[in-house]
Nanobody, 121 residues
Framework: QVQLVESGGGLVQPGGSLRLSCAAS????????MGWYRQPPGKQREWVAT???????NYAGSVKDRFTISRDNAKNTVYLQMNSLRPEDTAVYYC???????????????WGQGTQVTVSS
């Protein structure tokens, strides 16, 4: 069973920082692509950032140069460092994994439960 457990969300003032963590289990983490998505209130879920198994990263234009995605394969954990936060960054943030539970299985998409980030003064 694959589990993705997010943590680190909360309330922060505009201009502040937060670091989200996502601890993964039940998946071959080192070979998985990991990502962060978010769902603002009343809107659809949107992609934020991805880090490939080899470490290459991609970001949505709205967060580029403010957010940094990273991974620690020894801890099976992916992080999202969020700086210069804006009210429009308010959303539920979801961790995503695309990988295999077992080496001989096809890869699949897995999601965490989400963590709330609220940017407000």
């Amino acid at each position: 069973q694959v589990q993705l457990v997010e943590s680190g969300g909360g309330l922060v003032q505009p201009g502040g920082s937060l670091r989200l963590s996502c601890a993964a289990s039940g998946i071959i983490f080192s070979n998985s692509a990991m990502g962060w998505y978010r769902q603002p209130p009343g809107k659809q879920r949107e992609w934020v950032a991805t880090i490939a198994s080899g470490g290459s990263t991609n970001y949505a234009g709205s967060v580029k140069d403010r957010f940094t995605i990273s991974r620690d394969n020894a801890k099976n954990t992916v992080y999202l460092q969020m700086n210069s936060l804006r009210p429009e960054d308010t959303a539920v943030y979801y961790c995503n994994a695309y990988g295999r539970r077992l080496a001989w299985l096809l890869p699949d998409n897995y999601w965490g439960q989400g963590t709330q980030v609220t940017v407000s003064s």
